[in-house]
C-alpha cells in the first residue's frame, strides 16, 4: 500500500502542483479588484477544482506515457522527462489511471456546483479545462502549435479567468488580462521543457515545435512568448483594465532575459538548460504572485 500511494503520488508530480494555487491567487486579486470581496467557500472550490485538474493532467500523462514506452527512454531533468515512478513500479499502473480519472470526476462535479450557482457561462472555462485535462497526452501533443498554447490555456484562461467568474459571476477585463501573463509564461513552461526530451518524444509520435520546427526556432518562440507576457501587463495598465500596482510583476522581467539568453545559447545542448528551465519555473511562479499582490494593494 505505500508503494502504492508513492508511486500515485510522485505520478502526481506534487512540487509541481503549486502553479494552480498561483493562478487561483491571481484570479482572486482580479475578482478583489472588480468587487471588492471574496466569497470564500466559492474560492476554496475553484483551488481544490485546480488542483484535481493538474492532478489529473499529470497522473493521466504519466499513464499514457509509460503505456506509449515514453517513460522508458526519455531524459530527465528535474522539470522534465516525467517522474519515472511507473517505469519502477509498473504494477501500479491501475491506480494512477484511476488516480486521474478520478480526479478528472471531480472537477466534473466541482463544475457542476458552479453551473448552478453562476449560470452557464461557467462552462465556457470550465469545459475547455476539462477536453484540455482529458486530451492533451493522447491529442494535443501531436498538433505543434496547439499543444504550445495549451498549458496557458489551461492555468490563464481556464483558472485565472474560471477563478474570477467563479468569485463574481461575469467576465470583465481585468480578469482577460489578468490571465494573459500566466497564458504566455505556462505555455513557455511546457515549451522549454520540451527541449531535452525530443528524441524520445519524436519516437512516440509527438509533434510539438521542438520536433517540428527545430531548436533554434523554438528557442525565438520562447523569447517572443516571454516578451508577450510582460508586454501584456503594460498593455492591461495603459487601456486601464489592470490597475498600476500589476507592474509588480515586471519585477521578474530580467530574470525571464536571462532565461531566454541561456535558452538561446545551449537550444542544441539539453544538459546545459537546466538552470536556466529553473529561471523559467521562477518566473511561471513568481510573475503571477507579485502581480496579484500589485492588483491587491492598488
Given amino acids: 500500500m505505500d508503494d502504492r500511494i508513492k508511486t500515485v503520488a510522485s505520478s502526481s508530480r506534487i512540487p509541481f502542483l503549486i502553479l494552480g494555487p498561483v493562478c487561483v491567487f491571481l484570479g482572486m486579486a482580479s475578482a478583489w479588484h472588480t468587487t471588492g470581496r471574496i466569497p470564500w467557500f466559492q474560492l476554496f472550490l475553484a483551488l481544490f477544482g485546480t488542483f484535481l485538474a493538474h492532478v489529473a493532467v499529470n497522473s493521466l500523462n504519466e499513464y499514457a506515457d509509460y503505456k506509449s514506452g515514453l517513460d522508458k527512454t526519455t531524459q530527465r531533468t528535474p522539470f522534465s522527462g516525467g517522474s519515472g515512478a511507473l517505469v519502477e513500479r509498473p504494477e501500479h499502473l491501475k491506480a494512477v489511471l484511476v488516480t486521474g480519472l478520478g480526479a478528472l470526476g471531480g472537477v466534473v462535479l466541482i463544475g457542476l456546483y458552479f453551473l448552478i450557482a453562476r449560470g452557464p457561462w461557467i462552462l465556457l472555462p470550465g469545459l475547455l479545462g476539462v477536453i484540455l485535462s ?48 500566466p497564458f504566455f509564461l505556462v505555455s513557455d513552461l511546457l515549451l522549454l521543457n520540451q527541449f531535452p526530451d525530443r528524441d524520445a518524444d519524436r519516437k512516440v509520435g509527438r509533434r510539438n515545435l521542438v520536433i517540428t520546427r527545430g531548436s533554434r526556432t523554438a528557442a525565438r518562440a520562447y523569447g517572443l512568448f516571454l516578451a508577450c507576457a510582460f508586454f501584456s501587463v503594460l498593455l492591461g495598465v495603459v487601456v486601464g483594465a489592470l490597475p498600476v500596482g500589476a507592474l509588480l510583476a515586471l519585477i521578474m522581467a530580467p530574470v525571464a532575459f536571462l532565461a531566454f539568453l541561456g535558452t538561446s545559447v545551449h537550444h542544441d545542448r539539453p544538459d546545459k538548460l537546466v538552470p536556466f528551465m529553473a529561471l523559467n519555473v521562477v518566473v511561471n511562479l513568481a510573475a503571477p504572485v507579485l502581480m496579484g499582490l500589485g492588483i491587491l494593494l492598488s
Fill in 134 to 181: 482529458a486530451a492533451y497526452t493522447p491529442w494535443i501533443v501531436r498538433r505543434p502549435w496547439l499543444c504550445l498554447v495549451a498549458p496557458g490555456l489551461g492555468f490563464g484562461v481556464c483558472v485565472v479567468m474560471g477563478t474570477d467568474y467563479a468569485l463574481t459571476g461575469d467576465f470583465d477585463a481585468t480578469s482577460l488580462f489578468a490571465s494573459l501573463l
